[in-house]
């Protein structure tokens, strides 16, 4: 059972807008910046947004982030087949002073 | 560029012990925090541990503290997780990470290695 909540699948057809959401709790969320990251099976996950909405170099900027209270959400725009993928909310948590992690999002892309 | 590489995964008996390296390269290793995280089969991420850039501070998830123990050598680029008393629920994919912070602890894992499977098994 993982501290953040995301739902378990997402589906786009190619060029849509998918929107991935993460809940979480006044430890987590609520006092610290969430994080997204991109995991393919047999890979390094990549991250994609760090701060809430910000994007390492290299990331498209079909990929945004925001955060409202203690959910965060990831939108994808212009959707890509190269984005089905595994996509992970994390946060720092100050009561169990570790990081953690949603189940993850399985994005298939139609 | 960022470059993790993890090594020492393998079999282990259950109550057996494993160490996990993972060798830097890069970046300056000696100013970022780095992190164990782990996902066994068909779930999520787990966070396991972290330590500071200088090695004085360590923390862990509870359900490794006490048989697992993280440690760096920064002359040698390298975090190790020293595993304890395996569990079956220890069997999983671990991935050591860098910590974003630089010379501060971020709690933000950025760059990832592809991971090292553990398998613990009688």
């Known amino acids: 059972q993982s501290v953040l909540t995301q739902s378990p699948s997402a589906s786009g057809t190619p060029g849509q807008r998918v929107t991935i959401s993460c809940s979480g709790g006044s430890s987590n969320i609520g006092r610290n910046a969430v994080n997204w990251y991109q995991h393919l099976p047999g890979t390094a996950p990549k991250l994609l947004i760090y701060?809430?909405?910000h994007r390492p170099s290299g990331v498209p900027d079909r990929f945004s982030g925001s955060k409202s209270g203690t959910s965060g959400s990831l939108a994808i725009t212009g959707l890509q087949s190269e984005d089905e993928a595994d996509y992970f909310c994390?946060?720092?948590?100050?009561?169990?002073?570790?990081?953690?992690f949603g189940g993850g999002t399985k994005l298939t892309v139609l | 560029q960022v470059h993790l590489v993890e090594s020492g995964g393998g079999v282990v008996q259950p109550g057996r012990s494993l160490r996990l390296s993972c060798e830097a390269s890069?970046?300056?290793?000696?100013?970022?925090?780095m992190h164990w995280v782990r996902q066994a089969p068909g779930k999520g991420l787990e966070w396991v541990s972290v330590i500071s850039y200088d090695g004085n501070n360590e923390l862990y998830a509870d359900s490794v503290k006490g048989r697992f123990t993280i440690s760096r050598d920064n002359s040698k680029n390298t975090v190790s997780l020293q595993m304890n008393s395996l569990r079956t629920e220890d069997t999983a994919v671990y991935y050591c990470a860098r910590d974003m912070g630089e010379l501060y602890a971020s709690g933000s894992p950025d760059f990832w290695g592809q991971g090292t499977l553990v398998t613990v098994s009688s």
């Open positions: 994390a946060a720092w948590d100050d009561s169990l002073k570790g990081v953690v």
């Open positions: 701060s809430n909405s």
């Open positions: 890069g970046f300056t290793f000696s100013s970022h925090g």
